[in-house]
């Protein structure tokens, strides 16, 4: 599709920048917090890089004012962030800290004295330390009532200044990474846990949504999903079949239960043939289907693409007479141990030819952030919050000032462009903020791999100063947010 001319941001467009507590707040027991499962699962050797770990972060909690002073230079419509569950919390489900809340009543307030409008992320990641000890975390139905208590208590503290909240960031990113390899809390390696952890987040998510919806009617409210456009590596019917299972597989399995309350028919067979679907009741169907988010947050970095896994069917004679068959390893390992790989039937994931990558390895695909905005748009017909997308790079200061950071600035306006062609297309978007404001603690990647318009003088292991120091990108954010185009 060619246009003429692109359709104009609307004047009320929320540009923003976005960020997580853990990343960037530190304070980790500070004025009451409780740990978290991240402050404990960074300290166990081997998990992080080089160690790091967000006891200190960039150290926003004691630095909130200047942040927000300088999100105000750049005139930031919005601010994405999250609250720490164990700030407001401690123990998950006991008493409220008082100075915890009275922490994000001044974030708010300073953020709306500068008329940048807050948007809060109720969960990004760290479940209280307590809850994952007394219940097992998210593993257990019991913890939605822990989380229901948390956001009555944020929602009736903050739902008179706070229009916009994110339920859960990325659950298919944090389910996956937590529960299937190990490499975020709770360190767990089972796919059938996964999937109840999983189903058990959905039913914390519609009761969040419901629970707004009644506390807070004037505001709006939806979860934010680390979304991928899925793409066939040839026109191969057998590929393209690929490329929508693994879209089921990875986009719609969490789509389709915030948008239409119930699963994919395709992924849910499959499971239940393989012994781990979650077991889902009557009542949890009626629920799901009971909450609809108010908008969609999109985080997007980028796609994937797909192939047949071309499975050979072993020959009767090739088998043994216990029925195995040295043929094809997935097909012939116990169901158990297939089910530790329930994609292997349906796709492979390929690399992408087209497609240049960062220096982790991330494919670069702007177009890509137009197909995705349409597709899901298309199939949804919610309005969209782009609350996520940047690039991760190895930010040089240069004498002491300096960060000429132009490949983030090319990188963000190609994205946008394509934001603007979506719009033009007739998305409905509200809003987009990039990742991130400041530089921050990378989950996995320590602070070598920054994201920010802000760089943050620290490295992986020293604090330094932490002076924050606008980048090239900062200047060119603030033209662009000025000009709204
Ligand atoms: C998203 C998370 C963010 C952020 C970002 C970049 O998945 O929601 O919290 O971390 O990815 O990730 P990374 O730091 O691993 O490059």
């Known amino acids: 599709m060619y246009y003429k001319s692109l ?33 404990t699962f960074s300290k166990i050797p081997g998990k992080t890089y080089h160690g790091t770990n967000g006891d200190v972060a960039i150290d ?5 004012r200047e942040d927000v002073q300088l999100m105000s230079e750049m005139g930031l419509k919005a601010y994405r962030f999250s609250i720490a569950w164990s700030r407001i919390i401690p123990d998950g489900d006991g008493k409220v800290n008082a100075k915890g809340l009275k922490f994000y009543d001044d974030l708010i307030n300073d953020l709306l004295d500068h008329n940048i409008q807050p948007v809060i992320t109720l969960y990004h990641w760290d479940i209280p330390q307590a809850l994952q000890d007394k219940f097992g975390g998210w593993a257990s139905r019991k913890v939605i009532a822990a989380f229901k208590k948390y956001c009555q208590t944020v929602f009736a503290q903050y ?18 990474m937590g529960y299937r390899w190990a490499s975020h809390p709770p360190n767990v390696t089972d796919v059938k846990r996964m999937y109840a952890a999983n189903h058990i987040i959905n039913l914390a998510n519609a009761v969040a949504i419901n629970l707004f919806h009644e506390m807070v009617p004037e505001g709006k409210i939806g979860p934010s999903f680390g979304y991928g456009p899925t793409y066939p590596i040839t026109a191969d019917p057998n590929d393209v079949l690929a490329a929508d299972n693994a879209d089921d597989f990875n986009n719609n399995w969490w789509l389709d239960v915030y948008c239409r309350g119930t699963y994919p028919v395709l992924v849910m067979n499959h499971l239940k043939n393989l012994g781990i679907a979650p077991e889902v009741t009557e009542d949890d169907s009626r629920l799901l289907k009971s909450a609809k988010p108010d908008f969609l947050g999109i985080n997007y970095y980028h796609g994937g693409t797909f192939q047949q896994n071309k499975i050979e069917h072993p020959s009767k004679e090739e088998h043994d007479e216990k029925g195995f ?38 494919e670069i695909d702007p177009v890509g952030f137009r197909v ?63 990742w991130s404001f400041t530089d921050l603690l990378s989950w996995l990647n320590g602070y070598k791999k920054r994201y920010g318009f802000v760089y943050i003088n620290r490295n992986d292991d020293s604090e330094l100063d932490l002076a924050r120091i606008p980048k090239k990108s900062f200047y060119w954010y603030q033209d662009f947010i000025r000009r709204n185009s």
């Open 372 to 434: 995705a905005l349409r597709r899901v748009y298309e199939k949804y017909q919610l309005p969209i919050m782009v609350t996520e997308n940047g690039l991760g790079a190895k930010d040089q200061l240069e004498d002491g000032k300096v960060v000429n950071d132009q490949y983030r600035i090319d990188y963000l306006q190609a994205h946008i462009t394509e934001m603007q062609r979506a719009l033009t297309d007739g998305v409905e978007l509200l809003g987009y903020c990039a």
């Open 60 to 64: 926003h909690y004691h630095h909130y």
């Open 7 to 39: 359709k104009r941001f609307p004047k009320k467009f929320l540009w923003g920048a976005a960020s997580a507590a853990y990343q960037i707040e530190g304070a980790w027991n500070t004025d009451g917090k409780g740990p978290s499962i991240w402050d």
């Open 159 to 176: 739902g008179d200044r706070v229009k916009y909240w994110v339920t859960f960031n990325e659950q298919n990113v944090f389910t996956a």
């Open 325 to 362: 068959s040295s043929k094809d390893p997935y097909l012939m390992q116990p169901k158990d141990a297939q089910a530790q790989q329930p994609e292997t039937p349906m796709f492979k994931n390929v690399q992408n030819p087209y497609l240049p990558k960062t220096e982790w390895g991330w």
